[in-house]
């Protein structure tokens, strides 16, 4: 469980920098927008499979994908917390 909620904090992070670096760059000449590409692996998580170039920034859908990274990495956080809890309080009853 921890190494999903990593894994999804770091895809969630990726997306936030890819966005930002879009919308930033939106009105530089010869700027290629980029955008973070989900993979699921055989066990069914999700990764990150690769940042492509996809041409003119779209800040529309920019600014849709900052707000569902945002949303995803404090769910991501929210579950590590979690997590966190409930094994400190795992060891504290063997210990």
Same mark, same amino acid.
Do not use: H, W
């Given at each position: 469980?921890?190494?999903s909620? =990593?894994? $999804?904090?770091?895809?969630?992070? %990726? ?8 919308? +930033?760059? @939106? ?10 590409d ?12 690769? =940042?492509? $170039?996809?041409?003119?920034?779209? %800040? ?8 569902? +990274?945002? @949303? ?24």
């Open positions: 469980m921890l190494s909620s =990593v894994s $999804g904090l770091q895809t969630a992070s %990726l997306q936030i920098l890819a966005a930002g670096g879009n919308i +930033a760059n @939106a009105s530089t000449p010869g700027y290629v927008s980029r955008r973070v989900l993979a699921t692996t055989g066990a069914g998580d999700v990764g990150v499979s690769g =940042v492509t $170039g996809t041409g003119e920034p779209d %800040l529309l859908d920019d600014f849709v994908t900052l707000i569902q +990274a945002r @949303a995803a990495f404090k769910l991501n956080l929210g579950a590590l917390k979690s997590q966190s809890e409930t094994l400190g309080t795992v060891l504290d009853l063997i210990a």
